[in-house]
């Protein structure tokens, strides 16, 4: 268990600046997503954090000692990767077991056995333990890979997208399973992602990346329900938030416009689709292409110039082509200031 | 303009049959999709329809006309590969008239076709760049043109939103759905994603190790499936299955759990045939069926394993019993880790699956079911 705090930390490649005067604190034992799109500096903080890259110039902590010159082997940091760092050839026991045996002082065999059980059991992999793990599915090898990690009990765990080569329901899955281990361990837990619902589901606290600048640093609700800024509400939501210019909707303006222009950013599942007469249209609108889903329906409408997206019901389905109104929660309508991106509140 | 007809077509691989008696009929303009997990051969079914591979057994028919012996080029079918293979030197210009030039067209045809085309696809204004200054989504359009320029019969594409980040295709998802409308041509679509699959076509062929699992509209796909693998491949996150025992009383079918006991009053279904007294069973529900009474005390007693907040809604997994359940809840729902609550099923929207996963019954939302969800007093 440890903190993290990272100070200032800045990595240049030569002119590139992948990671740029990064301020943040992981609080002993919590479970962060570092979350942003490719090259947005991620896997570089990462790596930092676990002495695979060394900064350019600032500082990492872990509990309060500067780390940032110390090998990679004596940071006590464990890590699961996107590609399964499993040994094939070896049998799932002395996978997880391998971690034990090479600590010298060797660890008792029967403490490495009771290790290897506990473990197994948490990552359910207890029935194939005599089973080589070369032979195993996808997604079992990548429990052996985090139970693998896990055994070594590190002060912190790093993850790098570990689930992105599993199938969806694996994933789903074992999203609560990471969930709930982490919260039973408490290991402090750094998860990079660039899937926005790992990072919602997962973790306690999201730091939002782009260009290897942090945009935000929150809990998933507020990263969800009050974005700093256009880049963070964009990016988070799996299906967009609506922007348009602000100018085209009447909703009385909170502090008027100021000869600012601004865009307004609203979330689907805040549009109400009405009739196109109704008291509550706040804006008329004509229904392009609906969306099924399943459970419900992403429905296309076109508003001015602008392809609005809200969230329907399969049984009230408006028909292609049909003009309607949308109502607009104003309790739920954000304003980004087209200069900066930031919100306006 | 193409029909498309596949009739019991098998395609090996040494001993791996990639396709396994496949009998398919996409309709005329129409959007088709084809979902399935990584291998379960939907690009060599794609493959099969446009002529690159020959099926051992089995015919492919366009418009009715045999066409298994022909030659790819004179089938004139499209098709898009995963991997957009963009000509890098030359402009894209050039690699969307490239198609036309290869098949000898009138210089001034083609510039009118490449317009066109250009139009459809918003990239007029890229016609001098080269690939490399080209970001993925206008990379991926021109990929696109180079199909369409050609105004073939049907097009095939192979999974060609995969390689594009989340924003863009949810973008192109909508944009290819707006195109296939206007231009009204065959379309067959190859992925391995459901939302793709559930959104996009008119109707989908569920695929699994080569043999066609359903074929239907998405919504009958996700309302109904044929079987356990079905209800696994579409929704997110995927249909919960509890395993139950059957008891039939007076025709009637009921589900028992330790927990609970489901009746199913299934009109007109001769159920005994498939489930008799004493068999497991499947009992299967989709999160969104699955509601969550906060304090407990009403409905089946479980507890909260953890709850995953994604924003506009949270996923709760639930234990009931030594099972885990996922329900989807609104955001509004505060729920702490192993609070005892209490669940509902949605009573017209369950369905039951045999031991080995194949559709007993499936209920989208009609009184299929009479359902005595009851808690054993204990």
Redesign the interface.
């Given at each position: 268990m440890a903190e993290i705090r990272l100070e200032n930390l800045t990595k240049d490649f030569g002119g590139l600046v992948a990671v740029a005067d990064l301020n943040l604190v992981v609080d002993d034992g919590a479970f962060i997503a570092l979350l942003g799109p490719s090259g947005c500096g991620k896997t570089t903080t990462m790596n930092m954090i676990s002495g695979l890259e060394t900064p350019t110039s600032g500082e990492i902590y872990f509990d309060d000692q500067p780390v940032s010159r110390v090998e990679p082997g004596r940071r006590n940091v464990g890590f699961v990767f996107q590609n399964y760092a499993i040994f094939t050839h070896m049998r799932v026991y002395d996978n997880l077991a391998f971690g034990l045996r090479v600590r010298k002082p060797r660890p008792e065999k029967a403490e490495i056995d009771g290790e290897v059980k506990r473990v197994a059991e948490i990552v359910g992999v207890s029935r194939i333990l005599d089973r080589r793990a070369g032979r195993l599915s996808v997604n079992d090898m990548q429990k052996v890979a985090l139970g693998r990690s896990m055994i070594v009990n590190p002060a912190i765990f790093l993850l790098d997208e570990p689930f992105s080569n599993l199938d969806a329901a694996f994933r789903a899955y074992m999203r609560a399973e990471l969930k709930r281990i982490q919260s039973e361990v408490g290991q402090t837990m750094v998860y990079v992602t660039h899937d926005q619902v790992e990072a919602m589901s997962m973790a306690d606290r999201i730091a939002v990346m782009n260009l290897g600048v942090l945009q935000q640093y929150g809990t998933p609700g507020e990263i969800y329900d009050a974005p700093e800024n256009r880049f963070v509400a964009g990016f988070v939501g799996s299906t967009q938030m609506n922007f348009v210019p602000a100018a085209l909707v009447p909703l009385g303006l909170r502090g008027g416009v100021n000869g600012r222009s601004l865009t307004v950013g609203i979330r689907p599942e805040s549009i109400r689709i009405v009739d196109a007469g109704a008291p509550e249209a706040t804006i008329g609108a004509r229904v392009t292409l609906v969306e099924p889903l399943g459970a419900k329906d992403v429905v296309h409408l076109a508003f001015d110039e602008y392809d609005v997206r809200a969230i329907g019901t399969p049984g009230e389905r408006p028909r292609i082509g049909e003009n309607v109104g949308l109502a607009l929660d104003p309790g739920r309508v954000h304003m980004f200031d087209d200069e900066t991106g930031k919100v306006v509140r | 303009m193409a029909a498309i007809r596949l009739e019991n077509v098998t395609k090996r691989f040494g001993s791996i049959a990639a396709l396994d008696g496949v009998s398919l009929e996409v309709g005329d303009g129409e959007f088709f999709a084809v979902l399935g997990?990584p291998g379960a051969g939907k690009t060599t079914l794609l493959r099969t329809i446009v002529g690159l591979e020959r099926p051992e057994g089995g015919d492919v028919y366009v418009d009715g006309e045999r066409v298994t012996g022909v030659y790819p080029g004179d089938r004139d079918i499209a098709i898009m590969f995963q991997n957009l293979a963009l000509y890098p030197d030359k402009t894209v210009y050039n690699n969307l008239a490239f198609p036309l030039r290869q098949r000898k067209t009138p210089k001034d045809e083609i510039a009118r076709r490449v317009e066109q085309t250009a139009q459809t696809l918003h990239i007029g204004h890229l016609l001098k760049r080269k690939p490399a200054k080209l970001s993925g989504g206008e990379r991926q359009r021109v990929a696109l043109g180079r199909v369409l320029v050609r105004a073939p019969k049907a097009f095939l594409l192979d999974e060609p939103l995969s390689a594009l980040?989340?924003?863009l295709r949810?973008e192109m998802?909508?944009e290819l759905?707006?195109l296939q409308r206007d231009l009204g041509r065959t379309l067959v679509y190859v992925t391995h994603d459901?939302?793709e699959a559930?959104?996009?076509p008119e109707r989908v062929a569920v695929l699994r190790e080569g043999v066609v699992q359903q074929v239907d509209t998405?919504?009958n796909v996700?309302?109904r499936p044929s079987n356990q693998f079905v209800a696994?491949?579409?929704?997110?996150?995927?249909m919960n299955f509890i395993q139950c025992r059957v008891g039939v009383r007076n025709g009637v079918l009921r589900l028992h759990h330790d927990l609970f006991d489901v009746e199913v009053a299934a009109k007109g279904l001769s159920l005994r045939q498939t489930l008799s007294e004493g068999t497991r069973c499947l009992l299967g529900v989709?999160p969104?069926d699955v509601h969550v009474e906060p304090g407990g005390s009403a409905g089946v007693p479980a507890t909260v394993?953890?709850t995953?907040?994604?924003?506009?809604e949270t996923?709760v997994?639930l234990r009931l019993g030594d099972h885990?359940v996922?329900s989807?809840a609104p955001p509004t729902l505060q729920l702490r880790?192993d609070e005892r609550v209490g669940i509902r099923l949605d009573p017209r929207r369950l369905h039951v699956f045999t031991q080995d996963g194949e559709a007993v019954v499936s209920a989208a939302g009609e009184d299929l079911f009479a359902v005595a969800a009851t808690v054993p007093a204990s």
């Open positions: - | 997990p980040d989340a924003l949810l998802r909508a759905k707006r459901q939302v559930m959104t996009m998405p919504e996700y309302h696994t491949v579409v929704g997110s996150p995927p989709r969104e394993y953890v995953e907040p994604l924003g506009g996923v997994d885990l996922k989807l880790q």
